[in-house]
Structures are given as structure tokens and as C-alpha cells.
């Protein structure tokens, strides 16, 4: 089966740094993205990982570990801005669907 | 480049009737999906055109069905509608394959009353 995880709310302040999760169980694995929904909008692709480490994107940070069945997004320097929604989503094998997770609400608060 | 744009933005309609709902991708991509998006189920996947030919389908009932023209514009429809169809419908497109980068258009969010 194909199972994703990530927390369905975050809150976090102004200027500071949020983690938010992602743990998944696919059908094989070719990658993992991350998008950002802003409330009402469509997601915008933010990062893509396939190999395991960090990849930095100026105050975005995605990490994967393929043996782990984990990723993570790390926003850094927090701005009220990145109020949105965060979706995990993996690449299965073969020529399938990505498979997403419900998404992370993250607030952040003066 | 323009990106994925979809029409209507709102819609309202009430059980039993139908629906169309229309995708435009961006210029050159020849890969479009279609996706539900529930405050309950998060994302799903409906199904993916290319080259006017459905090529991949998710598990929805066969209510649900959609297809693509030759200059990659895609339409989706619902017949019979029921109150669980009120969700957000999302259109993707991307160059050649739904494993790919997906650009989202804004959504057709439908209210079935």
C-alpha cells in the first residue's frame, strides 16, 4: 500500500525555524517533493529530493533519508508569509501517480 | 510563460446534475492531471491525459471522466453529482509524465448541494 505521514498542524513564530515531518511506505521510490498551498491557491513546487542529505534553497531546506522512509522541510528565518499549507509527495516506481500527504498547516504568529 | 490556468474558479450546482470543468496547461506540456483535494483525503489522484489518450486512472467511479484535445486543453466531468463530490479540483500539467514536476492551476472549488 502507499501510506504517508506528516503532522496536520504546526505553529511556529515569526523569525524562527520549523521542521515540519514527512515518514512514507510506498511502492518503490523515485523521489520526493515538496509543494506549498497557500490557502484557496494552488501548490507550488518547492524542492525535490532523490538522493539522500540536504538540499538548501535559500530559506528552504529539504532532507531525505531513503533507508529511513523520511524527509524533512526545514523553513528557516520564518515570515508570516509562509502561513500555508506544506504537502509531501513521493514518486512510487514506474510510470505512477505521486502520492501525496494530506499536508502540514503551518501558522506563524507575531 | 503563462501558467496552468482552469475555468470556472467556483461552481455550485445541486445532486444529480453534472459538471465540466476545464484545464489549459502550460505551453508545451503534453501531460495533464487531474486531482480532488478534500479537507478529509488530502490530494487524490483522478487521472492523467496524454496525447488525448488516458494513460493513467486513480479509484474513482466511473462517474468521474475526462479527455484531453489535441492542443493538450483537458475537461473533466462528474454526472450524477453527490454531496461528497464538493472538493477542490486540480489540474496539473507537466512536460511529458505525471512523475514529473507537477504545475498546478488554481482549482475549480465545487459546492454540490
Known amino acids: 500500500g502507499q501510506n504517508i505521514d506528516q503532522p496536520t498542524e504546526m505553529t511556529a513564530t515569526e523569525g524562527a525555524i520549523v521542521q515540519i515531518n514527512c515518514t512514507y511506505q510506498?511502492?518503490?521510490?523515485?523521489?520526493l517533493f515538496w509543494y506549498q498551498q497557500h490557502a484557496g491557491e494552488a501548490p507550488t513546487f518547492l524542492s525535490y529530493?532523490?538522493?539522500?542529505g540536504l538540499e538548501e534553497k535559500g530559506r528552504f531546506s529539504s532532507f531525505l533519508s531513503r533507508s529511513k522512509g523520511y524527509s524533512y522541510l526545514l523553513l528557516k528565518e520564518l515570515q508570516m508569509k509562509d502561513s500555508a499549507s506544506y504537502l509531501c509527495?513521493?514518486?512510487?516506481?514506474?510510470?505512477?501517480?505521486?502520492?501525496f500527504g494530506k499536508g502540514t498547516r503551518l501558522s506563524v504568529i507575531a | 510563460k503563462a501558467g496552468v490556468t482552469q475555468t470556472p474558479r467556483y461552481l455550485i450546482k445541486t445532486r444529480g446534475q453534472q459538471v465540466t470543468l476545464s484545464c489549459s496547461p502550460i505551453?508545451?506540456?503534453?501531460?495533464v492531471s487531474w486531482y480532488q483535494q478534500t479537507p478529509g483525503q488530502g490530494l487524490q489522484f483522478l487521472f492523467e491525459?496524454?496525447?488525448?489518450?488516458?494513460?493513467n486512472k486513480g479509484n474513482f467511479p466511473g462517474r468521474f471522466s475526462g479527455r484531453q484535445f489535441s492542443n493538450s486543453r483537458s475537461e473533466m466531468n462528474v454526472s450524477t453529482l453527490e454531496l461528497g463530490d464538493s472538493a477542490l479540483y486540480l489540474c496539473?500539467?507537466?512536460?511529458?509524465?505525471?512523475?514529473?514536476?507537477?504545475?498546478f492551476g488554481p482549482g475549480t472549488r465545487l459546492l454540490v448541494l
Open positions: 529530493n532523490v538522493l539522500d
Open positions: 491525459y496524454f496525447s488525448e489518450t488516458q494513460r
Open positions: 510506498t511502492s518503490g521510490f523515485n523521489g
Open positions: 496539473a500539467s507537466s512536460l511529458r509524465n505525471l512523475q514529473e514536476t507537477q504545475y
Open positions: 505551453s508545451g506540456h503534453r501531460s
Open positions: 509527495a513521493v514518486r512510487p516506481s514506474g510510470n505512477t501517480p505521486l502520492v
